[in-house]
């Protein structure tokens, strides 16, 4: 069907070239989250996987483009390069008019260049794609600038995207300089149905389309979606085809073709994932603590419980006049891990909301005096309450009064009264 016939200005499922619109979804909007904190943390390093098509490229250009401009940033294709080609491929990114030079001496300008960005506070960002094609002496030159340090920062933010699992690359005992450094093992997710009949719609809408369900109604929507296995760039091209099929509007189901579909990236973990959550090993919840952006301190909650105040007896102690002594108290039961807040004078705040006890989720922010903690649990989903007898029953008032016996013992009380709050302020 010709486009001005369907009342398409424009082919709403180009191939090739950039998209009309950057439609996102939950999945890609995660792996935009996961990009962003490898960037602001510390030490960054993660891993971006998903099958082809799946809409990587699409996603890595969007967070590119939303980057300051004074970050440099080094986009690599890692299919069969070496270490030369790797080295020349950064420098060139990196601004460089590069002549002919030995590996070694690429290296060298790498080298520097990455640490004067991070003594500057600039950390370059790396990212591969196709990282599972990189020769294996690229591998081990990637390996060497990973271990580059300025203080406590990494001297070069790396991501690495590939169309495969990485896991089993980064088990090797040589990699272990990047597998050490790994904060996102991230893998995309398809979109789910209603995501796809809303990513078609506003594509249809970008080219001109003024009734996009006339064109592409319901019941095509789910049929593309079933054909695509809700991946993006396979959807386009069945989409596309579909259009170029069709003799008249509505687009028929029958116009959709069938595709073999790529495997996921999560093999590995596929049966673990099938598995009721309760049976899951989460990994234990990470915490990032801020203060005016600047990350202060970031430690995997490996304890049953951490205890937040000023007074250096706390699990993370914050030397701020505007904390309590023992302000807040996180307790993990279960997958679950739940917030109190101990009397403090100047409160407690989940995602600027005041609490006294809740349940925490993946990426809420606690709020106390001027720092924030950024609580990360991707198996943390369902928020539930707990009160009355439900809360005197779990392990939460068990662990309190462990607490009181232990900070007896070191003339610390778990609640401290107001006066010892003095001089905290009030907010």
């Known amino acids: 069907m010709d486009l001005a016939a369907a009342g398409l200005l424009e082919q709403p499922f180009p191939t090739h070239g950039k998209p009309l619109a950057v439609i996102t979804y939950q999945s890609q909007r995660a792996a935009l989250d996961v990009l962003k904190e490898t960037l602001e943390h510390p030490t960054g390093l993660s891993l971006l996987q998903s ?48 002549d002919l030079c030995s590996a070694n001496e690429l290296l060298g300008l790498v080298r520097v260049f990455a640490l004067q960005q991070a003594a500057s506070d600039k950390p370059p960002l790396l990212i591969v794609e196709n990282a599972h094609e990189l020769n294996p002496s690229a591998l081990r030159v990637l390996c060497e600038l990973a271990a580059l340090r300025v203080r406590q920062t990494s001297a070069l933010k790396i991501v690495l995207v590939s169309d495969r699992s990485l896991r089993p690359i980064m088990d090797a005992p040589a990699m272990e300089p990047m597998a050490k450094r790994i904060l996102h093992d991230f893998h995309l997710r398809p979109m789910t149905q209603d995501e796809a009949s809303n990513y078609l719609h506003e594509k249809l809408i970008a080219a001109g389309a003024e009734f996009p369900a006339f064109i592409f109604p319901r019941a095509t929507c789910d049929e593309l979606w079933r054909a695509s296995g809700g991946w993006p760039g396979i959807i386009d091209r069945i989409a596309l085809l579909a259009l170029a099929k069709t003799d008249s509007l509505p687009v028929a189901t029958k116009n959709i073709e069938h595709p073999v579909l790529p495997k996921g990236t999560w093999d590995e973990s596929a049966e673990m994932l099938a598995q009721p959550a309760a049976s899951l090993p989460a990994a234990p919840p990470q915490l990032i603590v801020t203060n005016n952006g600047s990350v202060i301190q970031d430690l995997t909650m490996e304890k049953t419980r951490i205890l937040v105040g000023r007074s250096d007896h706390n699990d993370i102690a914050i030397g701020s006049r505007f904390i309590s002594r023992h302000h807040a108290l996180l307790v993990r039961h279960g997958g679950t891990t739940f917030l109190m807040d101990l009397n403090s ?26 720092h924030r903690i950024k609580f990360s649990d991707p198996f943390a989903t369902t928020r539930g309450e707990l009160r009355g007898e439900e809360f005197a029953d779990t392990a939460i008032m068990k662990t309190l009064e462990d607490m009181r016996n232990l900070l007896a013992q070191e003339n610390t009380e778990l609640l401290p009264a107001a006066s010892e709050n003095l001089p905290t302020l009030k907010t």
Not at 53 to 72: M, P, R, T, V
């Open 51 to 98: 099958p082809a098509l799946s809409g990587k490229s699409i996603l890595i250009h969007s967070f590119i483009d939303s980057i300051e401009q004074d970050c440099a940033v080094a986009l690599v294709d890692g299919n069969r390069l070496n270490t030369t080609n790797l080295l020349l491929a950064m420098l060139r990114q990196f601004g460089y008019e590069i």
């Open 345 to 370: 004078t100047n409160g407690t705040f989940v995602n600027s909301k005041r609490v006294s006890n809740h349940v925490l989720l993946h990426d809420d922010v606690i709020t106390i005096g001027h």
